[in-house]
């Protein structure tokens, strides 16, 4: 075979092995194009976070003391020459149903939850999901908030000084819910509402009186427990208390 027709054969060749290459690649291309269109690509590429609670947070424009947490919320809103608020990107008031029988309240808001907008929404708040469940329990059953309602900066755990600012919004928070259980996640809540002069070890799973009224339980927060998950086998026996106390109120 002459040189001429070996390179126009291997020029043919490589033709070819190009044209079908490329049909490869674009058959791909339009496979992944429908499959960005099917499941909305907004989702993927968007650089906003994707509230997932923004459903169970509706129940708070459905309910008889939704104006009176309103008023609350703005008076926390409004507060002067907060070094939290001013760090933060916004307030995190509440999630869940205002008239649960159980109230949560742990410390203050991460990152996620300075995000959108939302109390235990991050890794601990899945963990706080689960342990709900544990006792088939989600969070449009319970009612959700923190001790303080603005992220503490590099979520840092709140001085005494912020707690106590912010203690007045927190015990007008109960008394709009009123639930019949408080359920205080972590030493900040413990120290906020109790005062007590022992350890949490020592103070969880012990039931207290809160205003001599609502029954409160102390148990660990979830972002301890995922440091220290040998201690989830104490949680979960607050977690049966929490049940047991619940199925008396049916």
Same mark, same amino acid.
Request: proline share 5%.
């Given at each position: ?67 009176? /947490?309103?008023? %609350? *919320? !703005?008076? &926390? +809103?409004? @507060? ?33 939850e300075d995000l959108e907008g ?27 908030t923190n001790v303080v309602n ?16 912010? /203690?007045?919004? %927190? *015990? !007008?928070? &109960? +008394?709009? @819910? ?73």
């Amino acid at each position: 075979m002459d040189s001429g027709r070996l390179v126009k054969k291997i020029t043919d060749k490589s033709i070819i092995i190009f044209l079908n290459f490329s049909m490869t690649i674009n058959n791909k291309v339009t496979r992944l194009a429908k499959y960005y269109s099917l499941i909305n690509y907004n989702y993927i590429f968007n650089n906003k976070a994707i509230n997932r609670y923004k459903q169970s947070q509706k129940i708070l424009s459905n309910n008889s003391k939704n104006p009176a /947490l309103e008023i %609350l *919320k !703005k008076n &926390i +809103e409004n @507060i002067k020459n907060c070094e939290l608020k001013k760090n933060a990107t916004q307030i995190v008031f509440a999630d869940g149903n205002p008239d649960a029988n159980l109230m949560i309240i742990g410390e203050g808001p991460g990152a996620n939850e300075d995000l959108e907008g939302c109390p235990f929404v991050g890794r601990a708040g899945q963990l706080l999901d689960k342990m709900l469940k544990a006792i088939n329990l989600d969070r449009k059953e319970v009612y959700i908030t923190n001790v303080v309602n603005f992220r503490p900066p590099a979520n840092r755990k709140p001085t005494p000084e912020e707690v106590s600012r912010y /203690l007045p919004f %927190l *015990k !007008k928070h &109960i +008394e709009i @819910i009123s639930p019949k259980i408080i359920l205080l996640l972590g030493s900040t809540a413990m120290t906020a509402l109790l005062n007590p002069t022992e350890v949490i070890s020592k103070v969880r799973g012990k039931w207290f009186k809160y205003n001599q009224s609502i029954d409160l339980l102390v148990s660990y927060h979830p972002a301890f427990l995922m440091r220290q998950p040998d201690q989830k086998k104490m949680a979960w026996i607050d977690l049966k208390m929490i049940r047991e106390k619940l199925v008396k109120l049916r």
